[in-house]
């Protein structure tokens, strides 16, 4: 193989350009993960922000904080690796310790819960109710006094920890109820 002084000129050149840039400062010490993390936390502040005027812009950013990471804890603890539905025939199986639709919206709402917001009501609803192998569970913030279907979807388990987040009127998967109203026709149903 014959190498061209041109290719060798270019090659040498590169080098010292090479280890110039490994050996520069980066403008950012924040991989692209936490980049998209952040930005994926300040997208969600607005949209909860705008949910009403008596939200707290301090609690939108706290709660948005709290959705986007906190669901990814939950999938380090609870070891999910798969898409839901193999990670929940894996719990029902007994080879993983949680992570089915409802525990994900129990743990969020409860974590929620903690922070005390005042700005802010949670409510809880499910979908698809009188189908029981698909039925699922999540959490709607919204403004004081807000219905949930004012509010926003903070749906950890359909993408397996990481948020699934939109306006509950926009969710073209589901239709969601309240869980208040899902338990009391299911009671209902139960006494016939």
């Given at each position: 193989?014959?190498?061209?002084?041109?290719?060798?000129?270019?090659?040498?050149?590169?080098?010292?350009?090479?280890?110039?840039?490994?050996?520069?400062?980066?403008?950012?010490?924040?991989?692209?993960?936490?980049?998209?993390?952040?930005?994926?936390?300040?997208?969600?502040?607005?949209?909860?922000?705008?949910?009403?005027?008596?939200?707290?812009?301090?609690?939108?950013?706290?709660?948005?904080?709290?959705?986007?990471?906190?669901?990814?804890?939950?999938?380090?603890?609870?070891?999910?690796?798969?898409?839901?539905?193999?990670?929940?025939?894996?719990?029902?199986?007994g080879l993983r310790p949680r992570g089915l639709c409802y525990e994900w919206a129990d743990?969020?709402e409860a974590r929620l819960r903690q922070e005390n917001f005042q700005t802010f009501d949670?409510?809880?609803?499910?979908?698809?109710?009188?189908?029981?192998?698909?039925?699922?569970?999540?959490?709607?913030?919204?403004?004081?006094?807000?219905?949930?279907?004012?509010?926003?979807?903070?749906?950890?388990?359909?993408?397996?920890?990481?948020?699934?987040?939109?306006?509950?009127?926009?969710?073209?998967?589901?239709?969601?109820?309240?869980?208040?109203?899902?338990?009391?026709?299911?009671?209902?149903?139960?006494?016939l």
């Amino acid at each position: 193989m014959t190498i061209s002084r041109r290719t060798f000129v270019c090659a040498s050149a590169a080098v010292p350009l090479a280890l110039a840039a490994c050996g520069s400062t980066p403008a950012s010490t924040k991989g692209p993960v936490e980049v998209s993390q952040n930005a994926e936390i300040a997208a969600l502040g607005e949209k909860l922000l705008a949910l009403g005027p008596g939200i707290g812009p301090e609690e939108a950013a706290r709660m948005a904080e709290i959705s986007i990471r906190y669901p990814l804890q939950l999938k380090a603890d609870w070891n999910v690796t798969d898409p839901p539905l193999i990670h929940n025939t894996k719990v029902n199986m007994g080879l993983r310790p949680r992570g089915l639709c409802y525990e994900w919206a129990d743990a969020m709402e409860a974590r929620l819960r903690q922070e005390n917001f005042q700005t802010f009501d949670l409510h809880r609803a499910i979908a698809n109710s009188t189908n029981i192998r698909i039925e699922h569970s999540t959490v709607i913030a919204s403004a004081p006094g807000g219905t949930m279907f004012e509010g926003m979807i903070l749906d950890p388990w359909r993408y397996g920890g990481t948020l699934f987040w939109a306006p509950t009127l926009e969710d073209k998967k589901y239709k969601w109820v309240a869980r208040s109203e899902v338990f009391a026709e299911k009671l209902r149903r139960a006494q016939l």
